[in-house]
Structures are given as structure tokens and as C-alpha cells.
């Protein structure tokens, strides 16, 4: 069973906007934070947001800032991804994923230990 289930992925034109979410299913457990990742057909997965519950802080890649805001619900394991101002080189398989162990750098996907199985977003000029 796969641990975490994103939703809300689809078909969007460029400048319009899309809200990802992600939950834990049918599992317990207690993370330290979590992320979004994203993965382009022959280009490697890369990190796009991240948050720590502990502290509250975001953490965002440069080519999504000021553009997608993360957000999430600590008690549930759920995060979610507001993506305004989509461009075409936004189009990708987002994944959610979460640290069980308290990652030190969170833009590397080694350092989470859940996954989510990833849902599409394809961005249209």
C-alpha cells in the first residue's frame, strides 16, 4: 500500500493554477516535515518545496518562488501545493514525500523516507 496519496493534478494552461494535495494512507505515523518533488520525462526528480513542522519554516526552489506556496496539516501528514502563475516547464509528476527522521537538507530526495506514488501535471501554452 502506498503510504501517501497525492491528488489534484490535471491539465492547465499557462498563467492558470492548481492546488496538489497529499495525506497519508492508511498509515500512522509522525514526521519531522515534508515535501514536494517533481520529476520531467528524461530529467532527474527535483526538489520544489518543502516544510518543517517543528519550526514552521518553508523552503521553496528558486524556480517555483513567489510562484507555489506549500502548507500542510502536521497532526494528519498532510501538505499541500498552490501553483499559480503555472508555466510549461512546470509540467512534471509532483510527489509528495515525508522525513521520518529529521532530514538537515531537505532539497535531496534521499532524505525522505515516504513516498507518494505522484500525480501528473501537464501545463499547456
Known amino acids: 500500500q502506498v503510504p501517501l496519496v497525492e491528488s489534484g493534478g490535471g491539465l492547465v494552461q499557462a498563467g492558470g493554477s492548481l492546488r496538489l494535495s497529499c495525506a497519508a494512507s492508511?498509515?500512522?505515523?509522525?514526521?519531522?516535515?515534508m515535501g514536494w518533488f517533481r520529476q520531467a520525462p528524461g530529467k532527474e526528480r527535483e526538489f520544489v518545496a518543502a516544510?518543517?513542522?517543528?519550526?514552521?519554516?518553508?523552503y521553496y526552489a528558486d524556480s517555483v518562488k513567489g510562484r507555489f506556496t506549500i502548507s500542510g496539516d502536521d497532526p494528519r501528514n498532510a501538505v499541500y501545493l498552490q501553483r499559480n502563475l503555472l508555466k510549461p516547464e512546470d509540467t512534471a509528476v509532483y510527489y509528495c514525500?515525508?522525513?521520518?527522521?529529521?532530514?538537515?537538507?531537505?532539497?535531496?530526495?534521499?532524505?525522505?523516507?515516504?513516498w507518494g506514488q505522484g500525480t501528473q501535471v501537464t501545463v499547456v501554452s
Open positions: 514525500a515525508a522525513d521520518l527522521r529529521g532530514c538537515t537538507s531537505q532539497e535531496f530526495p534521499a532524505e525522505y523516507d515516504l
Open positions: 492508511g498509515r500512522t505515523f509522525s514526521s519531522y516535515g
Open positions: 516544510i518543517r513542522w517543528s519550526v514552521g519554516s518553508t
